[in-house]
């Protein structure tokens, strides 16, 4: 059971170059999301999916987009890299967003230059 | 939207004192979960607490929930060198869950 899997681990990007963050979960969740992680600003929520076909927005959703076409699989695309979005980005996924724990991945370290 | 704001944002403690981080939501939360990340680690889920007044424990830790159900607290007795992370509280609203900024525990042997 591998739980959710995310790849690269590491990624270094130049300012303007394109790339999509793989996340993946073998547990059944409906729910999944990405988080980008900074110095002092805890965990942000940048996308959303309550279950296949269906995506939403966080808090900073700029600069990212997001497709659930399984429910397996919610990979995370930066249209144009900045150096603002160089940041840990953790995909996490659960049963339901009401009542059950997020189970996370690794995360993905991503610096744009 | 929906906030949620934790404090203290860093706590320092010498191993063997106590410590307590505190959790508070702009809205009335359904449940209220606990995680903890270890340093170069992810996010790993603690505990999560649902009744209005509930208090739980986990060995050393004693996590509450307010009557009003929008605010809580972790507390961990007697700290150890295997306690260091960074604690985060989190609460659903709107069909997502929204994470506190967390407090980073150092311990001073």
């Known amino acids: 059971n591998a739980g959710v899997t995310q790849t690269p681990k590491f990624q270094v990007l130049k300012t303007g170059q394109s790339m999509t963050l793989q996340c993946a979960q073998d547990m059944n969740h409906e729910y999944m999301s990405w988080y980008r992680q900074d110095p002092g600003m805890g965990l942000r929520l940048i996308h959303y999916?309550?279950?296949?076909?269906?995506?939403d927005q966080g808090e900073v959703p700029n600069g990212y987009n997001v497709s659930r076409s399984t429910t397996e699989d919610f990979p995370l695309r930066l249209l144009s890299a900045a150096p603002s979005q160089t940041s840990v980005y953790f995909c996490?996924?659960?049963?339901?967003?009401?009542?059950?724990?997020?189970?996370f991945g690794n995360g993905t370290r991503l610096t744009v230059t | 939207g929906q906030q949620v704001m934790q404090i203290p944002q860093y706590q320092h403690v010498q191993e063997g004192e106590d410590f307590t981080t505190y959790c508070n939501s702009s809205?009335?939360?359904?449940?209220i979960q606990w995680y903890k990340q270890r340093p170069g680690g992810h996010p790993v889920f603690l505990i999560q607490?649902?009744?209005?007044?509930e208090v739980k424990k986990q060995k050393r830790l004693t996590f509450q929930f307010g009557e009003a159900k929008k605010n809580s607290s972790l507390h961990i007795t007697a700290t150890q060198t295997t306690d260091v992370g960074t604690y985060f509280c989190?609460?659903?609203?709107?069909?997502?869950?929204?994470f506190g900024k967390g407090t980073r525990l150092h311990i001073l042997p």
């Open positions: 809205t009335t939360l359904s449940n």
């Open positions: 607490l649902v009744k209005s007044g």
């Open positions: 999916s309550v279950g296949a076909g269906i995506t």
């Open positions: 996490a996924s659960s049963y339901s967003e009401e009542n059950s724990p997020l189970h």
């Open positions: 989190a609460g659903p609203g709107d069909d997502k869950i929204i």
